[in-house]
Structures are given as structure tokens and as C-alpha cells.
């Protein structure tokens, strides 16, 4: 509790000039009645400044809400500006197309009676005498009527040509190569079947892929041909034979003369 002393320091600290306590305070001097009818007089101001402070206080509301309005503005601005930045960078990486590698095959070409056969060299090196493919391709050979001892023409072609450079060594120039040798051998000599034995066989001098094995072809420029599967995958899946067999004894008559 307050003494007297204290308390009119405090009021005085606050600036107040005259006041009147609702109940008798201790230790207080006693009130002077001619302050009672004074007092009442400031009483309505002391109440209406709160409200006057309140309507001050509310009305800068309004602008409060300006920055609701000015936030989309930069947002729409971006979105603007950053959509041909991503264009800019995503047309580049569309734009590039992966180098294709060139592709990698040995072929060797024979000839067997009145047919030429283009064969996979399934060790990359030429054949020997005793290479079972070899023995295999000379057991198809005497099962056709064809002879069983082919020549071999020229030098096996390899793919790629070049180790190094930047000339094209891809498909298609792998495929224009194939065809080209087997045109100009096609010149020298009759042709009545073309053996494509193998995928890369297959696939650069027929234009086909391995669904078109046992099956007859005809190539523009290079006539009829005939696609088998290789001699390896033959060795490795011998149920591909019976398949190999069949289709033989249905294009036979095309290299086997017609007295026989």
C-alpha cells in the first residue's frame, strides 16, 4: 500500500493534475468537497479518448491491404521471363541426337556351285579346316546338293573398315559396303541363291532382322537370297536345324539342276 507521498509522486509522473479515488485511501489527507463537483467535468473526456484512439488505430487498415494486390504482380512477372529461358535450354538438348556407334561384324563370302554364300565368321578370324562351324557349314552344303568344299572369294569383310578418322562407319554405310561387294561379285559369275548365314549377314545385305530367318528374300540388285540363322547359334540351339531343313528343301530347286 501506498503512503500519500509516494503516490502523488507517481501521479505526478503521469501527469495527472486532479483526481478522486473511488473509496477512502489510508494514510491519505482528506478530500476537499468543492474537488467533488470539479471532477465530474473531465470524467467524459477520460472516457471518450479510448474510442477517438480506437477509430485512429482502425482506419490505416485499408492500406494494409495494398500488398495482397501488388504479390501477384512480381509472381506474373517471373513466370513471363522464365518461360523462354526454359525453351532456351531445353531446345538445345532435344536438338542433339546421340552418336550411333558403328557396328561390329566379320563376313566372309563363298562360293558353292551355283550359289554365293555371305557367312558370319563366328571367331572374327578366317575358317580353318577344323573349325566346327566350318564342319557345319560344309554338312549343310552336302545336304543342299551343293559342293561341300566352297571357294573362298576375296578377303573377309570387317567392320568397321577404320580404327580412327571421322569418316561415317555407321549402318547405313555399313549396309551400302555389303551390298556394293556383292554386287560386284554378283558380275563375275551366274548366282541362282544368295546364303545370308547369320545376323550381321542378314541384317546388312538383306535389310532384315532375325524374324526373317528360314525365309526367302528377294533384294534389289542382289536377286534372290535365302536367310539362315548363324552357325553358332546353331551349334548352341540345335532344334534351329529341323526349321533350316525344311526351308532348304522348298527353295532346293532354285541351285540344283532339273535332271536331278
Known sequence: MLNESRRRAYLTAMQVVSWLPRTELPFAAPSRPELLVLDEVPVAPVIAQPVAKAKVVVAPSAPAERPKIEVPRPSVTVRAASKPVVEADVAP???????????????????????????????????QSRDPAYLLL???????????????????????????????????????????????????????????IGLPAVRFAGEVNAESFNRELEIEGLGCAWALPGLELLMDEPHRKADVWQAMRRLMARWKPINE
Not at 97 to 111: C, D, I, S, T
Not at 143 to 169: F, H, K
Open 93 to 127: 538438348v532435344v536438338a542433339k541426337a546421340a552418336p550411333v556407334p558403328p557396328p561390329r561384324f566379320a563376313l566372309q563370302l563363298l562360293r558353292a556351285g551355283r550359289c554365293l554364300v555371305l557367312v558370319e565368321l563366328p571367331t572374327g578370324g578366317a575358317f
Open 138 to 196: 560344309k554338312d549343310m552344303l552336302r545336304a543342299a546338293g551343293l559342293p561341300d568344299s566352297p571357294q573362298i572369294i576375296g578377303e573377309p569383310i570387317r567392320w568397321p573398315l577404320l580404327r580412327r578418322g571421322n569418316v561415317d562407319q555407321g549402318p547405313d554405310a555399313a549396309r551400302e559396303f555389303v551390298q556394293g561387294f556383292l554386287m560386284a561379285r554378283l558380275e563375275d559369275a551366274e548366282c541362282a541363291c544368295l546364303w545370308l
